[in-house]
């Protein structure tokens, strides 16, 4: 899926519009909660193997590869366990994660632009937060780009707070300035982390 005003790869669908966007043409903007549409019941599942088409297809839309850096480390995506949330017969978003000592790390989290603002993402975090309390597991941690203001807001908002911000990253991993969204250069790992202990 491609940018409504270039080549690049859409990340994102503009809720007024319609029209899918690449990271560089997204903008943020203050709205009404009563604008967003979500979906009556997003059914999120543990990913089976007909399922790694598809969560490699998100890695590839997004990340274009499925090795994700976070946290000091490279997970391959697809050696991960992943939650899917299904609409239509048809994979909407993908949650992979890795179980790591007392935490739930999140090493992948995207939701298919055609089901962006519809709670999809929100319904992955609720089943990875029952998945991290089954296991016993004391919190959930995430890893995004300084410039990831859509992640930053959701992930706050279930109750993630900023535990590290490490500047120069993701720069150093790329060896170059890439444009991320609203154009802001991608440069800092912001690590943020949530806790399941009441």
Known sequence: MKCHYDDRPAW?????????????HARM????????????????????????????DMAMMYWETTDVECFGRTYDALGLPALVA???????????????????????????PEYQGRHVARALLSVAEKEARAHGLA????????????????????GFVIAAVKPGVILAHHGHEEAGFGGISVRDEIQLEKSLES
Do not use: F, K
């Open 86 to 112: 299904v609409h239509d017969g048809r994979v909407a978003g993908v949650l992979c994660y890795a179980l790591e000592e007392d935490r739930l790390n999140i090493v992948m989290l995207n939701v298919h």
């Open 29 to 56: 903007e203050v709205v009404s909660v009563s604008t967003g549409a979500s979906l009556s019941h997003v059914p999120v599942r543990a990913a089976e193997a007909g399922d790694r088409a598809a969560i490699n």
């Open 139 to 158: 919190r959930l941690i995430v890893a995004t780009s300084n410039d990831d203001l859509p992640a930053l807001y959701l992930y706050q908002h279930w």
């Open 12 to 24: 994102y669908r503009c809720a007024r519009s319609g029209e899918y966007l690449c990271p560089a």
